[in-house]
């Protein structure tokens, strides 16, 4: 059974940091897509970052670029999220998302409705 259990998320002043932390289990296969999204209230659920484990390949939303920055432990089977030079519209809830044995695509990062598993999610605030 595939779990996801997010971690990392905090309050934070805008310019700071936080690094979030995405541990999976039950994963069969050692090359999945592995992304980020986030949601706030009355909004959809938005795809932040993804990388495929077999390569690190790395996709990210044009809001993120430059400041936001995914990786791979593929020994602790952890993805994080490093977020830098924060601001306040990256606050919402963050979840980590795999979709297994498959490489990424940029539509596939666009369509949250795709990606069957998903983790509880970390509330990240960012205040002004």
């Known amino acids: 059974q595939v779990q996801l259990v997010e971690s990392g998320g905090d309050s934070v002043e805008a310019g700071g940091s936080l690094r979030l932390s995405c541990a999976a289990s039950?994963?069969?296969?050692?090359?999945?897509?592995m992304a980020w999204f986030r949601q706030t209230p009355g909004k959809e659920r938005e795809g932040v970052a993804q990388?495929?484990?077999?390569?690190?390949?790395?996709d990210y939303h044009p809001s993120v670029k430059g400041r936001f920055s995914v990786s791979h432990d593929n020994a602790k089977n952890t993805v994080y999220l490093q977020m830098n030079d924060l601001k306040p519209e990256d606050t919402g809830v963050y979840y980590c998302?795999?979709?297994?044995?498959?490489?990424?695509?940029?539509?596939?990062?666009?369509?949250?409705?795709?990606?069957?598993?998903w983790g509880q999610g970390t509330q990240v605030t960012v205040s002004s």
């Open positions: 039950g994963l069969r296969y050692p090359t999945n897509c």
């Open positions: 990388i495929y484990t077999g390569d690190n390949s790395q």
């Open positions: 998302a795999v979709d297994l044995f498959t490489s990424c695509s940029a539509l596939k990062l666009a369509r949250p409705n795709g990606w069957i598993y």
